[in-house]
Structures are given as C-alpha cells and as structure tokens.
C-alpha cells in the first residue's frame, strides 16, 4: 500500500494523521460541466424555471456543500474553511453550464475535495431543479483545475479531457 496515505501497514483504512504538518495558505479550483436541452439552458439562462433562481440555487448548494464535505467522504478531515466561492458560465455552442468551485484555508491539509464536492453538488442542484423539463441532462468532466498550498506546491492542469 505504499504511497497511498489513507492505509495502515496492514491495508485498514485510516484517516491520515496531519498533526505535524505545517499550517500554510492553501487553495484548490475544480470545475465540471451539465450538458442540457435547449429548453432547459433558456429557462436557466432567461430566470424562467419554475423552481426558482436555478444558478443561485446550485451557488448556494455547492458551498454548502464544500463546507460539510468531511460528513461526506470518508476519512476526510472538517476544515475551517474561509472562503468558498462557486461561478457559473453558460455555454451556448454546446448547450452546457459550467460550474467551478474555488475553496481556501489556512490549514494542514488540501481542499481539493471540498472544491471537487462543492462543483458536484452545484451541478447536482441543476439537474434536480430541472429534471422536470429534461431528465437526460449529462454531468460531466468533473476535475481539478488548480491546487496551491502544502507540501506538493502547485498544480495547475494543462491537458484537457
């Protein structure tokens, strides 16, 4: 099980120990995708749906969301986080709504699953508002974007999918 920090010598799952790591500013972006029909990306686009604020809603959805990740996931830590912030961006040529989810800290361990689960959860959020208009909304392409902080530095993704 080498180099997989959430198992013991014996294979148990644990959750990783952060007590000697050092506080530093941490940050992490994610971002994902909901590909949804004509009707559905005018009705968000236009405020028309039924339901409400669609995008404010899924805004509101994915930072709470970010925020209560460790009752989430498993073996994950609950983090003070300080800033949570989710951005939508609607993309016309391919009928699709992009969320991305930026979450900091000052802390001893990442957020990049608190980004991760706070876009999931925005999207989530858009498909539950809508579905009545169109269940066969796709999620997708759910990844991180950027990580700063810690003891692995920097990454930023320069590959797409």
């Avoid at 498993?74 to 986080?81: A, D, I, K, Q, S």
């Avoid at 699953?113 to 539950?128: F, H, K, P, R, W």
């Amino acid at each position: 099980m080498s180099g997989l920090t959430h198992f013991d010598e014996q294979g148990n799952a644990v959750m990783v120990d952060v007590t000697d790591k050092p506080v530093t500013d941490r940050m992490a972006a994610a971002c994902g995708s909901i590909r949804v029909s004509r009707e559905v990306f005018e009705a968000i686009k236009n405020g028309t749906a039924k339901k409400g604020d669609v995008l404010g809603t899924a805004r509101i959805a994915g930072i709470m969301a970010a925020k209560k990740t460790w009752d989430i996931i498993p073996l994950c830590h609950p983090l003070p986080l300080t800033k949570v912030t989710v951005d939508f961006t609607l993309e016309e040529e391919t009928l699709s709504v992009k969320a991305v989810c930026t979450a900091r800290l000052s802390g001893r361990t990442g957020v990049e699953m608190e980004a991760l689960t706070g876009v999931s959860a925005a999207l989530l959020t858009i498909y539950d508002m809508c579905k009545a208009m169109d269940r066969g909304m796709e999620i997708e392409k759910i990844h991180l974007l950027e990580k700063a902080g810690g003891k692995s530095g920097h990454y930023l993704r320069t590959s797409p999918f």
